[in-house]
């Protein structure tokens, strides 16, 4: 009885060991990043924003849910206006998940938009 190729044979071990390592990897970054996407991100979004807003108005609106590590509202890079639309960073997940209260809330007039941001990988 013969077995076939030993190059053939060779060839599918490989292929099978990259499948699994590529499996290995996924599982692997998967658990990295908290296991859950963007439920263990730390990053709000806000949305809706007046134009005019700052960034220390929304560092005050929303500093009170807990420590903030960054603040950014989003411009269009040509004429440097607000797009509506920040991404604040919390110090942990938890502090960002109560900032989720201010979403309905009006500033300005308008209602905000607040959810956990997507990791850019997610979009």
Do not use: C, W
């Not at 076939?4 to 499996?23: R, W």
């Not at 005050?60 to 603040?71: L, P």
């Not at 998940?97 to 308008?110: C, D, F, T, W």
């Amino acid at each position: 009885m013969q077995l076939g190729n030993p190059t053939l044979l060779l060839i599918s071990i490989l292929v099978i060991l990259a499948i699994l390592g590529g499996l290995f990897l996924f599982f692997v970054r998967s658990r990295k990043l908290g296991g859950g996407g963007a439920s263990s991100n730390r990053q709000i979004y806000i949305g809706n924003l007046p134009y005019k807003t700052t960034e220390k108005e929304l560092y005050d609106q929303f500093a009170q849910y807990g420590k903030i590590e960054s603040v950014r509202i989003v411009k269009d890079h040509r004429t440097s206006r607000s797009k509506g639309y920040a991404f604040i960073t919390y110090v942990n997940m938890r502090d960002a998940k109560k900032s989720l209260v201010n979403h309905g809330k009006k500033l300005s007039g308008r209602s905000l938009v607040v959810y956990i941001a997507k990791p850019r990988d997610e979009t």
